[in-house]
């Protein structure tokens, strides 16, 4: 419990300013492609909703992911020149301390904010169930059917039903293994086929870009995100855009825009909008003035090499930001000197005053740390035994190691300088002459 209360904690504690960086670059990057058409936009949108989860969650695991792609002497490497280049930014470990030390609080929190959204996704699962489960299959009238074939060739969507109920007031799609398009009873009295093909043709589109599937993604991320406001920003984002997009396929494809746009207003008036349901309707995002605007003066940018350009210079500053986020992150167990010294190092002992080969011995160091405390222990081998010692004292800080070993006649005292690839430095003897080098590595 205590490694996922950290883990929570981190996670909360990066994602409280790794999504306000996110929806920043996603402004920026829709501000780059608001010549380009509206899908665009729109999985920018959708995309910088994956990033709010994924980024904070890799810098949980920052570490860990490091370990996995390279080997442990790189790591060694790494870690060692990694904390010389930010042994200045030990301020950055107080609110990391701070929350730690609430650890189990953050933890509560959060897991009773996701049970909520759960809770919240469940109701509106039910809801939709209950509005939309009641359905019924009418004889089509010839006008109905008519343009059933026609959308479902446009469009190339095969496995679509059309249905009635009497519960819902406007269009909507629900599914996307075996999609419905469900229209109000009413529906079946209208004698305009403009109204029609516009109410289907839409729902259609939905169908085709599998907005359905999409969208239902985007609400289960939202139950670990959806606590932080530029997340709320986000999605009302993905919404408008997304109902832009599909009016801007239904235009390319089935009606010009001026009747389409007649018909969205007349539409409009008619239906009346359901709430708390899991379900796309023609007036999700509640934007309709703004998407009248966008089909009647928005003007998409049609050369090539403007669009690719565009889509580059969007795609760059989300790499920007991916890097930026994940090497800014907190991290419990980002490299520090405890995981440097930590494990097992090969000890080379050369004595000063004795020149003969007979007196230099080699030895495994194993090190490591519990409870914020270093220990360790050495097997000294050399040409006529091996002995195992305990290291007394051992202390560790930015730069420096310092040890002692009593060997059973005398103290020795160790003290090493750190090195991008170990330790080096002297021993001496605290109640002889003797004297002599250390060095120690991987």
């Not at 402004?27 to 995309?47: D, E, G, V």
């Not at 097992?344 to 490591?368: C, E, M, V």
């Not at 222990?377 to 560790?396: D, G, H, M, W, Y």
Request: charged fraction near 20%; include cysteine; charge should be positive.
């Amino acid at each position: 419990m205590e490694k996922i209360s950290e883990a929570i904690t981190i996670f909360l504690l990066n994602a409280s300013w790794q999504i306000v960086f996110i929806w920043l670059a996603s402004l920026l990057a829709t501000r780059i492609m608001r010549k380009m058409p509206m899908r665009f936009q729109h999985s920018s949108w959708a995309f910088s909703l994956v990033l709010c989860f994924l980024i904070p969650f890799a810098g949980v695991f920052r570490s860990q992911i490091l370990g996995f792609f390279v080997g442990s002497q790189i790591i060694s490497s790494t870690v060692a020149k990694a904390n010389s280049l930010t042994s200045g930014f030990s301020r950055f470990e107080q609110p990391l301390a701070f929350c730690l030390s609430r650890k189990y609080t953050f933890a509560l929190v959060f897991i009773g904010f996701i049970s909520t959204g759960i809770i919240t996704l469940v109701r509106k699962w039910r809801n939709t169930k209950r509005i939309y489960g009641d359905f019924t299959d009418e004889i089509l009238p010839p006008a109905i059917g008519g343009i059933i074939c026609q959308c479902r060739e446009i469009f190339g969507v095969s496995k679509v039903r059309l249905v009635f109920s009497g519960e819902t007031k406007i269009p909507a799609t629900v599914g996307f293994l075996a999609p419905k398009i469900i229209l109000p009873n009413a529906s079946l009295e209208i004698s305009d086929e403009k109204l029609l093909l516009t109410a289907i043709g839409h729902e259609m589109a939905h169908v085709r870009r599998r907005d359905y599937l999409f969208n239902l993604c985007f609400e289960i991320l939202n139950i670990f995100v959806g606590f932080h406001p530029a997340v709320w920003f986000i999605k009302r984002k993905i919404a408008e855009t997304r109902e832009m997009a599909v009016d801007e396929m239904v235009t390319e494809k089935l009606l010009d825009k001026t009747a389409y746009s007649r018909s969205l207003l007349q539409l409009s008036s008619e239906f009346v909008s359901q709430n708390r349901t899991y379900s796309l309707g023609m007036n999700d995002g509640y934007i309709l003035e703004k998407r009248i605007n966008n089909l009647i003066f928005y003007k998409t940018e049609k050369s090539v090499w403007k669009t690719v350009l565009a889509t580059l210079s969007a795609a760059q500053i989300f790499i920007i930001v991916v890097f930026i986020s994940i090497g800014f992150s907190f991290n419990r167990h980002a490299p520090t000197m405890t995981d440097f010294i930590s494990g097992r190092w090969k000890l080379f002992i050369k004595s000063a005053k004795d020149k003969s080969p007979t007196n230099d011995a080699s030895a495994n160091l194993f090190l490591q740390i519990s409870d914020g405390e270093l220990s360790g222990k050495a097997v000294v081998f050399n040409r006529e035994q091996s002995k195992e010692f305990t290291l007394i004292e051992p202390t560790l800080d930015d730069t420096q190691f310092s040890f002692k070993v009593d060997n059973g006649e005398e103290i020795l005292e160790g003290k090493l300088n750190r090195e991008p690839e170990g330790f080096s430095g002297s021993w001496i003897s605290t109640e002889s002459n003797q004297y002599g080098s250390l060095q120690i590595s991987r």
